[in-house]
């Protein structure tokens, strides 16, 4: 599916508060109909937890199903998903101590350059 690059900016910002909106479609339903006074479920921990209990249930399916969703109209818009690879980061402390080494080197050469002889003409004079 071929996009123009200005709607595809357009189609995936769509595409993600859509997903985010579908997201928020179960728990919104429940507390619209009213049905957290309704809801009860066998040993009943207090009022409204069965509603909770029941949207735990259907959200262990329903995100999972917009996640994939999504993927999908990502990668038809030309939003390829990767993840990124790369070395593994150096430890603290060794970073630590590579920063002050290139440090102390950079102090030093520029303390070399102060402490050099001005250069003399060619006649010997400074």
Known sequence: MKVARR???LLFAV?????????ALPA???VSLGWYHTL?????????SGLIIILVLVY????PAIVVGLVYVYDRLGYHYAVAERARREPRRR???????????ASRSASDHSRRPAKRDKQGKE
């Open 95 to 105: 970073r630590r101590r590579q920063r002050a080494g290139l440090r102390f080197l």
């Open 7 to 9: 709607t595809r900016g």
């Open 40 to 48: 009860r479920v066998p040993g009943d921990v207090g009022r409204g």
């Open 15 to 23: 595409f993600t508060l859509a997903a985010a909106a579908l997201a």
């Open 60 to 63: 262990m399916l329903w995100l």
């Open 28 to 30: 919104a339903l429940a």
